[in-house]
DNA sequence: AGAACACTTGAACAATTGTTCAAGTAATAA
DNA sequence: TTATTACTTGAACAATTGTTCAAGTGTTCT
């Protein structure tokens, strides 16, 4: 009869290296907010919306004539980026404006944008 | 009995500005691409996964006992990374070890990191 | 006050994602 | 050659996400 189990996890672990990148990991908190912030990101039309509004202020209805997408959908995006603090909003009679809150997002979309252009 | 339909298409677009925005527009591909970079970056286990490799190259099992997920996740998160030529790796007998593919990601994600721990 | 406009919201539903489980592969050891 | 190790892969399944639809705000206009 041979030894069973206790395998995989005893074996071809190294203790050093798993040891010293352990230090340096982050705070399970911040790395779920670093997670949050790029899925956010990480979808196509709110790309767009980000994109869109690093030019300029726009209401919900010429977001939604650019992007080809119904009011509710377009409200329901510019949901998730505002609880993200990445878009603010001002009212002005029944139109609201939606602009960026943040100016280091673009920095992050201009970098993504280098990456993705292969520099 | 009054007009009905052709309502919210019509009125409240501001057409200037959604011209000007529309003519700075990337293609379609280039922000598919930008999305699915950050759509990458948007789980928290891939998260400590770049972080991790930022550090050093590690194997699969070593980072499943980091992360302390099976085997099967992880070889499937570093799959998505691998499509999107975010990490690499290298096999030697038979340990395979996983590294960043592209050092660009590292000031990507160093770049959120700032943000979310509000400079 | 009532109607119209420019949204917002909640529920429902399909599509996508992340994990597990079982089976498969490649390299080394016996 | 067979067994073992260190993964990888595909199918299945639950959880999450994105859209639509219907109903609800808040503001202006009449």
Redesign the pocket.
Known sequence: M?KVLD??EV??INHEAVNRVREKMLDEEVIRSIADIF?AL?????VKIIRYLAQEEL????L?QLLG????????????L?SRRLVK?R????????SLDDAHIVDLFNQCLDHVTHD
């Open positions: 041979k395998r995989c074996v071809c899925k990480g979808d196509p039309n709110r209401c919900v209805c010429d939604a997408m119904s009011l509710s959908a377009v409200s329901h995006q510019l949901r998730a505002r909003f009212r002005q009679g029944k139109i609201v404006y939606y």
